[in-house]
């Protein structure tokens, strides 16, 4: 959908929930960044009503604006509109999910129950069952009021040793349902592929994925790359990290603030492997500008205390990006798994090989639809399912899906401090020595 139709569907659709929509922009330069807060109509939060956009103004704001909406309604006011049913333990971990270490940790009480959602087939297989803790973070909070939710649902399942898992991979909004699905999909190919990065090349200590040469990029994202590297004042580093899904993910990456924080990196992925290389670059811009943000708030002196409960403030929301110092203590024991966290490579980016920027997967031009199909015709033909969720359409169109890959990997978790063991896909790579398909070829 063209932009400005997209934004004006957004901002009616927000309307209709009773809903205000408030944006600001973090720097005149473009590309540049927004943040988007939601209001209720007396003024209060409304609970992870908060989102950013990035690259030029327009697709920033309208970006923010979307990402908000996201955020608000894959929080916990989700849980009462879903057709929440509790599975047996043992019923998971014997199907899609056997080999994935996000739900093998099920297998210790065989018949727990445990709150799902049921998925939609995207590959031609059967519908299949998920857990609702794998992409919900807030459900398995251990507070009183959640406790109370999950027990009202007759979940009976141990939690504790699944919360590194947690994490919203394949939640994604679109002003329309191919829109989302294919959201959905590239984040299940860039985060996989980061995990499959940070597990063989840095904690293994194993080859270096290629380094695209900035000479070969066109204009469009040699200029990009020029704002990313002005911004940071530092030369910026692009990686190619796809890997045998054949979805081209890039890293942008800064070697010369890197090292001691995770800061200074960021991931865009697309079957296009030039969008693939902007969406990085200004996903970088973006990461950078909030951090400032973050650190303006530290500033000020506002204390940064963890998320409680399933309601944050906006405040508790920000402060939830300034965790480097919770990392560093929680992971200072295990200095290969804290090089991770902090993305602390620097001094093997010169061992990369100069690569030329990905290419397209699928011919430019290609629609919304058939590259959803594409991304779908990947992930499948590597062994995974996949399979999605509705949660919520919206009374303009706008559709938030969740979407999951069993298999795919979540050791990228290890940034937020959170150790999540790699399944037969991650044991598979570490075995070969080396995360990337297209720089084996």
């Not at 473009?30 to 908060?50: F, I, K, N």
């Not at 270490?101 to 059967?126: I, K, M, N, T």
């Not at 380094?211 to 580093?237: E, K, M, N, Q, Y």
């Not at 990196?265 to 943000?293: D, H, M, N, P």
Request: glycine share 10%.
């Amino acid at each position: 959908m063209p932009l400005a139709g997209a934004e004006r569907q957004a901002l009616a659709d927000i309307a209709a929930l009773g809903w205000r929509a408030r944006h600001r922009i973090l720097d005149a330069d473009q590309p540049t960044a927004a943040q988007c807060e939601l209001r209720y109509g007396d003024g209060s939060e409304v609970p992870y009503g908060l989102g950013a956009g990035k690259g030029p103004l327009a697709a920033a704001r309208v970006g923010a604006h979307f990402e908000a909406l996201e955020h608000a309604l894959s929080g916990p006011v989700s849980l009462d509109g879903l057709a929440v049913a509790c599975r047996r333990a043992a019923e998971l971990t014997g199907g899609p999910f056997r080999s994935d270490r996000a739900v093998s940790g099920l297998a210790a009480r065989p018949d727990a129950r445990v709150a799902c959602l049921d998925y939609e087939p995207l590959d031609g297989g059967a519908p299949f069952a998920a857990p609702l803790y794998l992409w919900a973070p807030w459900y398995p909070v251990s507070t009183a009021a959640m406790a109370r939710r999950r027990a009202a649902l007759g979940d009976t399942a141990a939690y504790r040793p699944l919360v590194a898992y947690t994490v919203n991979t394949g939640c994604a909004i679109g002003a329309t349902a191919e829109e989302a699905l294919l959201h959905a999909l590239n984040e299940w190919a860039e985060r996989d592929a980061f995990s499959l990065f940070l597990l063989c090349s840095v904690y293994d200590r194993g080859p270096m994925p290629g380094r695209i040469d900035p000479a070969a990029l066109p204009d469009s994202s040699a200029g990009l790359l020029g704002r990313a590297r002005d911004l940071v004042g530092a030369d910026v580093a692009l990686l190619d990290l796809t890997t045998d899904l054949g979805i081209p993910v890039v890293m942008a990456y800064c070697p010369g603030l890197g090292g001691g924080s995770a800061r200074y990196y960021a991931l865009g992925a697309s079957l296009s492997g030039r969008i693939a290389v902007e969406r990085a670059l200004t996903e970088f811009v973006q990461g950078e500008l909030l951090a400032r943000v973050v650190a303006d708030r530290a500033a000020r002196g506002t204390p940064a205390q963890p998320r409680r409960g399933e309601h944050p403030s906006f405040d508790e929301v920000v402060a939830e990006h300034d965790t480097a110092s919770a990392v560093r203590e929680r992971l200072s024991g295990h200095p290969r798994l804290l090089a991770c966290a902090q993305l602390d490579f620097a001094d093997r980016v010169a061992e990369a090989a100069p690569v030329g920027p990905p290419g397209e997967a699928v011919p430019e031009g290609t629609g919304v639809a058939a590259q959803r199909a594409a991304a779908v015709e990947r992930i499948a033909a590597a062994g995974h399912r996949v399979g999605f969720h509705t949660l919520r359409r919206l009374e303009l169109g706008t559709t938030l899906v969740q979407v999951q890959c069993p298999g795919l990997e979540r050791f990228h978790q290890v940034t937020n401090g959170h150790v999540a063991l790699p399944g037969t896909r991650g044991r598979a790579h570490r075995r070969r020595g080396r995360p990337t398909g297209a720089a084996a070829d």
